[in-house]
């Protein structure tokens, strides 16, 4: 699959001619206008802040959190290995973020294949059963073949073909929508998700430790320049200059910046804040409108004991009604503490979001004793933690998926705004990148390399997945000051 075809790019003459390095000659910057602002502190804008950061730019990151990492959530305790409640794991050893892990040195192990076994009263755990998962998917990919018409929603393909609620509830995983139930989804998105996730992935990564300590050390080089809880609640703009109100200390602040980065997620931006003004294209409230977010609940339960090994030997976990409910071990079998992580999504995630902590926590836990009735789990619970991604305030939500004839949207998000408004985050990237954390770090450095492109810096050497840091060329940012801003193809 493809990328993202992007925009081509304006290379005015500034570089080209004098042979020399701007960076001595250039009047400095104003201090009352930044370069670059960024909206948030998540992987993505990080990314984008370190590029940018490297090439001479003044930058600014404005995070609402009081951490970075965005969706990416690791709790440090009770548990030594790190306990994820937002991002799990790496996906696939080609992945963009190896290029950091491997910077950083931190410590990864391999995880086996998804092979929970399913769980249902009726039937009780249950083993995958291959052979009849590959003749589903083969009717699954006669089908889509042979489809020809409008783009539905999942659920309606799946009704027209006959497939049954439970062959439905097998498949509805193939089509990306982890997050959200067949009826909430794009057929022509499923159709294009899913052979592209299966050609790209090959092995998924668990960061030993916790995720977060890749963004931390990201953060840590970038200092000062990352500002946290600083919510933006607006943002006015006009050709060559944005001006971003953001509450920081109690106090409104206003700054001014030549180029701003917005990796905002959809379910944030959807809601009509920050404000921006002039509203945003058309164009551009489409492509927001035309994806959504998705819905989970991380729930983390320490046990005094593994005790659910007991009852499904050989099994590291379970899922159960359409596997939008699971249980599994986050820790290598006999290292760790006992704790089972549940990762629940679509209308069982909303369930436990509107039920509140304590209810939904209880509920969670009802889960467990359900699938496991003489463990007494809820006797044996010594700590739990959840994580409602749905009520998060700077998120609302996982992760993207499309709606229904949304399929081109993602490109459109992604095109910037008169060179000045850029976006960045997962859902900009195309499929199978998009509803992952190296999607959303490829879309920052997509987004850096566009504003040094729209100044006319060559980035062709720049961007090459460099192991250590990178000796930039001095000049970009006496750019911004000289060359102004190149009209872009949509306005």
Avoid at 16 to 43: E, F, Q
Avoid at 459 to 469: D, E, H, K
Wanted: net charge neutral; with cysteine.
């Amino acid at each position: 699959m493809g990328r993202i075809t992007r925009r081509a790019f304006l290379h005015t003459s500034a570089l080209a001619g004098a042979g020399t390095l701007l960076h001595g000659c250039a009047k400095p910057p104003s201090p009352s206008i930044h370069d670059v602002v960024v909206l948030g502190a998540g992987i993505s804008g990080l990314g984008a802040a370190r590029d940018l950061v490297r090439a001479g730019l003044d930058v600014v990151v404005l995070e609402a959190r009081d951490r970075v990492g965005g969706r990416i959530h690791s709790l440090a305790e009770p548990a030594p290995h790190g306990l994820e409640v937002g991002a799990q794991m790496i996906h696939g050893s080609h992945a963009p973020t190896w290029s950091l892990v491997n910077e950083f040195g931190i410590k990864t192990r391999p995880l086996g294949r998804w092979n929970r076994s399913e769980w249902t009263p009726a039937r009780g755990f249950q083993k995958p059963d291959r052979v009849r998962d590959e003749a589903l998917f083969r009717r699954l990919n006669d089908a889509y073949h042979a489809h020809h018409g409008d783009d539905v929603s999942y659920k309606e393909f799946l009704d027209s073909i006959k497939f049954t609620p439970d062959e439905q509830d097998h498949v509805s995983e193939n089509a990306l929508s982890w997050s959200a139930e067949p009826d909430e989804m794009s057929l022509r998105a499923a159709m294009e998700d899913s052979p592209a996730w299966e050609a790209y992935l090959d092995q998924n990564f668990q960061v030993v430790g916790g995720y977060r300590q890749i963004p931390e050390k990201i953060a840590s080089e970038l200092g000062d320049r990352v500002r946290l809880k600083s919510p933006v609640r607006a943002i006015d703009w006009k050709r060559g200059e944005a001006e971003i109100t953001c509450e920081r200390e109690g106090k409104t602040e206003k700054l001014r910046a030549r180029r701003a980065v917005v990796t905002l997620p959809i379910g944030v931006l959807q809601t009509g804040q920050p404000a921006f003004s002039p509203e945003l294209p058309a164009w551009k409230r489409k492509s927001i409108d035309a994806l959504h977010m998705g819905r989970v609940v991380v729930v983390i339960l320490l046990f005094d004991d593994w005790f659910w090994r007991q009852y499904a030997p050989g099994v590291p976990g379970w899922s159960t009604r359409g596997r939008r409910i699971s249980f599994g071990d986050p820790h290598p079998a006999g290292k760790g503490t006992p704790a089972l992580s549940g990762w629940i999504t679509g209308r069982p995630a909303q369930e436990l979001s509107d039920l509140g902590q304590e209810d939904g926590l209880k509920k969670a836990l009802s889960w467990v004793e359900e699938a496991l009735p003489r463990s007494g789990a809820g006797k044996r619970l010594q700590w739990s933690y959840v994580r409602d991604w749905v009520r998060d305030p700077w998120a609302l939500g996982s992760y993207s998926y499309t709606r229904p004839g949304g399929i081109a949207q993602r490109a459109v998000l992604a095109t910037p705004i008169q060179d000045l408004l850029f976006f960045a985050g997962e859902a900009t990237e195309p499929a199978p990148h998009y509803q992952t954390v190296h999607g959303a770090y490829s879309s920052g450095r997509r987004v850096a390399r566009e504003i040094l492109s729209s100044l006319g810096v060559d980035v062709s050497a720049l961007f090459r997945a460099p192991a250590g840091p990178v000796a930039w060329p001095a000049g970009a940012a006496a750019l911004l000051t000289s060359a102004g801003s190149a009209s872009s193809t949509i306005a």
